[in-house]
């Protein structure tokens, strides 16, 4: 795997990738497809390993984990918008016990780095070195070795911490009360719906929040659930919708299912074989509520038997 500082040649850095005019020219003559494809998919790779023997890849995972090479990996994930595959690739490597402990090390400090400043990392490739690198704890060793390499970026002086934060007793973010909560089949994430009309995703491993806050109800989130994969979560809402969200660049999958007032539940295809059981207020029937008077809402395999009700 190979890349470079700037891999795209971008003239300024004032500009969002997605503000670049001829950015996918400029994606296909810099970033060969066997550069996307293994920087999306290596640390699964490595992952699939045989974990009770002794890893032969360790050092190439400690020499892409170093600094240059592993803001130019950063990079590349920016462009094409891998940020948040990398993630779920690193927290499955990071639990590899065949990997020396100091490899560990950088995997998790990279993962931190990554979930801290996904956003601005997903949004910009420059703000790779102008904003995650030199706001990252001091004793990061992508900090340490990054300013060495690059000097001449901003300097913080003061207010720093000096690791990454641990986990939080509470997770905050929601602006109004929080009326729905699910984590994913594999524990990593946390996913919260409130009444103030959004959903968040959160890290299980750090409490550190995964983007921005999901927007598009018109009202308070009553259910949220996150398919088998962890690539798609669905979302209930007062305002008689539910939506479908791709966790995977975090953004809406567009697909939207609306309740009629005579409706009492339903069920829609979805990608990856599943299906979306829910329930309205109008007339349950079958759907039951929890021991809270809560609603619930699932995502259940095509190979289940589905009914919708009427």
Known sequence: MVSSYNICQLESSFYLNK???????????????????ASSHWLF??????????????????????????LYWMEVLSFMR????????????????????????????????LIAFLVPIQESAAHIYISALPFMPKRSI?????????????????????????LPDSLRGHSES??????????????????DQTIRLWDAKTGEPVGDPLRGHS??????????????????????????????????SNHLFQHRVDQDNA??????????????????GPVSRDAFGRYSLCMLPISMSTHAYH
């Open 267 to 284: 069920t829609a295809s979805l990608p990856e074989n599943l299906a979306i059981i829910s329930g309205s207020t109008s007339d349950m």
């Open 45 to 70: 790779h490595v992952s699939g390993m045989d974990d009770k023997k002794p890893c032969p890849l360790e050092n190439d995972v400690g020499y892409i984990l170093r600094s240059p090479q592993v």
């Open 178 to 195: 929080v009326s729905a909560v699910a984590f994913s089949p594999d524990g990593s994430r946390i996913v919260s719906g409130s009444k």
């Open 219 to 252: 009202d308070r989130v009553t259910a949220v659930a996150i398919s088998q994969s962890d690539s798609q979560l669905v979302s209930g809402s007062g305002d008689n919708t539910v939506r479908l969200w791709d966790t995977d660049i975090v953004l809406p």
């Open 142 to 166: 992508l900090r340490i070795e990054g300013l060495r390499k690059y000097s001449e970026t901003l300097r913080v002086t003061q207010g720093l911490e000096e690791v990454y934060p641990g």
């Open 82 to 113: 891998s940020v948040p595959r990398a993630i779920d690739g690193l927290r499955v490597l990071s639990d590899n016990m065949a990997l020396g402990e100091k490899i560990r090390w950088r995997i998790n400090d990279t993962l931190r780095c």
């Open 19 to 37: 503000q670049i005019p001829d950015l996918d020219e400029k994606l296909s003559k810099f970033i060969p497809r066997r550069l996307r494809y």
